[in-house]
């Protein structure tokens, strides 16, 4: 787990601090936020390179400056998961929560057995369209809890690491946001609490800067 504050100099031990991230990931999602774009560039760049040569794991890029509408959003996942055609939904037997759900592999490889999903920008549909954004991570964040917590035999184990500005780390902070709880229709039951067992989504909040330890004597 991401186990310490966010007050803490540093959660590291060694220079290398991918596969203390990936093992972060075994629990949780990760929010990493900074107010310095190339250093979240950076993050994300060298946590893809570190899970791409991971065997049996599938790594989803998104570019998020280039994502402002659902329809951006699809052009760019169905393009890295292999599956049936993506309708621009959501919900429904071609939408992205399908998608999302699929294993499939591309010709002449084996079906993965983990999915990382690594969101670049993600802030910039969230204040393009924050109710677009709000589904898509209930979406995100309910298919990788179902498919770990409602099936007897785990099918992919999948989880996604956001990454942002301070806009971000806001969200991420708010109770009502959907890294916090799982969205509700009306006075109803959240689909994927009911779904997966789970109250709120295992999402963690953290500073790249922390996770990459680049500012441990500032901060001693």
């Keep these: 787990m991401f186990g ?19 093992a972060g990931l075994d629990d949780q999602h990760l929010v990493a936020w900074s107010d310095r774009p190339r250093l979240r560039a950076r ?6 390179r570190f899970l791409s040569h991971q065997q049996r794991v599938e790594t989803v890029v998104l570019h998020g400056r280039s994502i402002t509408s659902l329809d951006h959003l699809c052009d760019q996942i169905e393009r ?3 599956g049936p055609d993506l309708h621009r ?28 999903l690594i969101w670049n920008d993600a802030d ?4 393009a369209d924050p109710e677009l954004f709000s589904r898509v991570v209930d979406a995100v964040l309910g298919v990788a809890a179902e498919s770990e917590y409602s099936n007897s035999h785990r099918l992919l184990f999948q989880r996604s690491v956001f990454t942002g500005g301070p806009n971000l780390e806001r969200y991420a902070r708010d109770q009502k946001g959907q890294f916090r709880c799982w ?13 997966s067992g789970l109250d709120n989504p295992p999402v963690v909040t953290k500073p790249v800067d ?10 001693a």
Excluded: K
């Design 4 to 22: 310490v504050a966010d007050s803490a100099p540093s959660i590291l031990g060694s220079r290398h601090w991918q596969p203390e991230v990936m």
């Design 43 to 48: 993050f994300a760049a060298e946590l893809y």
């Design 80 to 82: 890295q998961i292999p």
């Design 89 to 116: 939904e959501i919900d429904g037997p071609h939408g992205l929560t399908e998608l999302l759900r699929s294993n499939e592999s591309w010709p002449g490889q084996l079906p993965p057995r983990a999915r990382y």
């Design 124 to 127: 910039v549909l969230l204040r």
């Design 183 to 195: 969205m509700a229709e009306g006075s109803e039951e959240p689909f994927w609490r009911l779904v």
């Design 210 to 219: 922390l996770l990459m330890e680049r500012n441990r004597r500032e901060t």
